[in-house]
């Protein structure tokens, strides 16, 4: 079982910056691919960003390019999203989550087995 708890959220102008972490209590985390999800009132859970297991290819989504940037430490099974130039557009709750492959880098919710429990992120204009 992984149990991941995400902190960092907070209330910030649009043009700051936050920065989310997410601990895995796994005892193998290089095992895992990880990815932030964000979701807004009344829309669906959408991809933010994903890592593999070492760390060498990243993802984004469009909307986040060039402006977030997502990594890890792997001696401390955590994963941070490092957010720049927020917009009020970036509201949301934002979601950890792991994959437990190495083969792969997955940018759909159905590709990861286990969630955090959320952080919400509100921007404010």
């Known amino acids: 079982q992984v149990q991941l708890v995400e902190s960092g959220g907070g209330l910030v102008q649009a043009g700051g910056s936050l920065r989310l972490s997410c601990a895995a209590s796994?005892?193998?985390?290089?095992?895992?691919?990880m990815g932030w999800f964000r979701q807004a009132p009344g829309k669906e859970r959408e991809f933010v960003a994903a890592?593999?297991?070492?760390?060498?290819?990243?993802y984004y989504a469009d909307s986040v390019k060039v402006r977030f940037t997502i990594s890890r430490d792997n001696a401390k099974n955590t994963v941070y999203l490092q957010m720049n130039s927020l917009k009020p557009e970036d509201t949301a709750v934002y979601y950890c989550a792991a994959d437990p492959s190495r083969l792969r880098v997955g940018l759909s919710r159905r590709d990861y087995t286990y969630w955090g429990q959320g952080t919400q992120v509100t921007v404010s204009s």
């Open positions: 796994v005892r193998t985390f290089i095992n895992y691919a």
């Open positions: 890592i593999s297991w070492s760390g060498g290819s990243t």
